[in-house]
């Protein structure tokens, strides 16, 4: 089986290119996923009012910890939709499937930061 020649790669050189890799990976989200771009100008919102309204530290940390979920799954969603994108365009149940299932990831997440944030400020 071949793998890939970015592979075996140890020590600071990897992390340096992992480093690469995962910034190139968030500006093609931003700049490619309108989902994204809205999460990330909402969580440049939230995050600020989260230190800024009276909660405790735990609370503060929940409340942007839910943020900030919102924002890793909806760019795995992006990778997956991406990958399905990349086999084919077609019309195919199982490319729904995934692409639904990845949504409601994305869906879950928001409800989550919702309910976190409601039962912080008023729980």
Request: glycine residues 6%.
């Amino acid at each position: 089986m071949n793998e890939s020649p970015f592979k075996g790669k140890t020590g600071i050189t990897r992390v340096w290119n992992a480093f690469h890799y995962s910034m190139a990976g968030l500006a093609a989200a931003y700049r490619n996923e309108d989902a994204f771009r809205q999460e990330v100008w909402l969580a440049a919102v939230l995050v600020p009012l989260a230190l800024w309204l009276p909660a405790s530290g735990i609370g503060k940390a929940l409340m942007i910890a839910s943020v900030l979920l919102v924002i890793l799954v909806e760019l795995v969603n992006s990778a997956v939709e991406a990958a399905v994108d990349r086999i084919s365009f077609e019309q195919h149940h199982l490319a729904k499937r995934a692409k639904d299932i990845g949504s409601a990831a994305v869906f879950v997440a928001l409800v989550n930061a919702v309910v976190v944030w409601g039962l912080v400020l008023f729980g």
